[in-house]
């Protein structure tokens, strides 16, 4: 949340422009089924776990 919002992406480039990430941080995030292109997500974010349920998805990605 907020997930009407739309800022998980621009939140995600945020924190890897300001440095605000350790190597190998893992980041976890929900938001509303199908409204996130993951390609989208930054470079050297990889995504090791993703799931769903009927309205949320959620994912959790490490910083390489």
């Known amino acids: 949340p907020p997930f009407k919002k739309n800022i998980l992406l621009a ?3 945020l924190l890897v422009s300001r ?3 350790n190597p190998h941080a893992l980041i976890y995030m929900e938001y509303k089924k199908n409204s996130i292109d993951l ?3 930054p470079q ?3 995504v090791k776990k993703h799931k769903n349920t009927k309205t949320i998805e ?3 990605c490490e910083c390489t």
């Open 11 to 13: 939140t995600c480039e």
């Open 19 to 21: 440095d605000l990430l």
């Open 39 to 41: 390609s989208q997500l």
């Open 44 to 46: 050297n974010w990889s």
């Open 58 to 60: 959620y994912i959790l």
